[in-house]
């Protein structure tokens, strides 16, 4: 081939390519080095933590309980490509307010004592779309699971919650022992329920002011438990499902893991108790000094009137 027959144009076109090419492949690269191992994330170190935790405390046997993280979108960024999903899972349900957000969620069938060894196969993460009725799996569920079967709880709770308080991150359900018999011997009645927790410590009333509320037994796994577990949140940020565990809402798995320990330590109190003669309590006037302490207000109606 004569020089006169090179069109130098095409040459320069190609080398234009191939160099626009190479400088895309350098930046996915220097992205993808760029961003951290997920298992060092806080939020996952945290969720492991608490897991373990949780089946430490007796309240996760088997495959008992599950838990919910929202997690922040920039959050996740650091760590993986969120245009990158893995598989898409319906979820059977409505929750039209989730769409977009990200929510870090222990896997149905997967034991809580198991998740500090394979968080990958116990955990996933996933991104709510549809009006809440597609969940989009970005990491975890290794092997091939899915999400808990009480995910319609979970996301109507996180729902409702964020209603009352944007802060809201995490809902938790698990199985304390003590709560547990509590709904076998004593009135379900929510104000009588909550009276009693707040009689066995001191520092009930303050932990939950508004109280805890309180469902009959239904059969667990549905929607229309998630229906009636959403509910009970919008006035308090425990729900107890009598004769099988409770439900736990809060900013962060810190307060949430507490809000269900102090219920759990009063109901163990009031085990220990209720069979004997009570001789002394907590009074309504000793919790209204409580509320003043803390700058509380009690759920409206639960104490007596404050004499003047
Ligand atoms: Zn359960």
């Known amino acids: 081939m004569a020089l006169k027959d090179i069109n130098f144009n095409d040459i320069k076109d190609a080398a234009k390519d191939v160099a626009e ?53 920039e959050e996740i960024a650091k760590y993986m490509d969120l245009t990158e999903v893995i ?9 039209p307010t989730l769409d977009g957000k990200y929510f870090l969620v222990t ?24 009006s809440g009725r597609t969940a989009e799996l970005l990491w975890g569920y290794a092997d091939g699971g899915k999400f808990t079967s009480e995910l319609p709880a979970h996301l109507m709770s996180h729902a409702a919650r964020l209603e009352v308080n944007p802060e809201n991150r995490v809902v938790m359900h698990c199985h304390p022992g003590n709560l547990l018999a509590m709904t076998y011997v004593h009135d379900l ?11 066995m410590c001191t520092e009930c009333i303050v932990v939950f002011p508004e109280g805890v509320n309180v ?35 809060g900013k962060d798995l810190d307060e949430t893991f507490g809000l269900i320990e102090t ?20 009074t309504d006037e000793a919790m209204w ?20």
Not at 46 to 64: F, K, L, V
């Open 263 to 282: 219920a759990e330590k009063a109901a163990e109190i009031y085990m220990k108790i209720a069979h004997l003669p009570l001789l002394n309590t907590i």
């Open 87 to 95: 598989r898409e899972i319906p979820t059977g349900f409505d929750a």
């Open 189 to 199: 009645d929510e104000k009588a329920f909550t009276r009693t927790l707040w009689q």
């Open 289 to 308: 000094l409580l509320c003043d302490r803390f700058e509380l207000t009690p759920r409206e109606g639960y104490l007596a009137p404050r004499q003047a």
């Open 21 to 73: 090419k190479v400088g895309e492949a350098t930046r996915d690269t220097v992205e993808k080095l760029k961003r951290k191992d997920i298992l060092t994330a806080p939020f996952m170190i945290e969720m492991i933590r608490t897991a373990t935790n949780m089946y430490d405390h007796g309240w996760d046997e088997r495959n008992g309980g599950n838990i919910s993280l929202m997690v922040d979108e």
């Open 107 to 130: 896997g149905t069938g997967k034991y809580f004592k198991n998740v500090q060894y394979a968080p990958e196969v116990n955990l996933g993460l996933i991104r709510i779309k549809d």
């Open 215 to 249: 469902l009959p037994w239904m059969l667990c796994g549905t929607n229309e438990i998630g229906v009636a577990t959403a509910e009970k949140m919008k006035t308090a940020r425990l729900v107890v499902w009598s004769q099988h565990g409770i439900y736990g809402a």
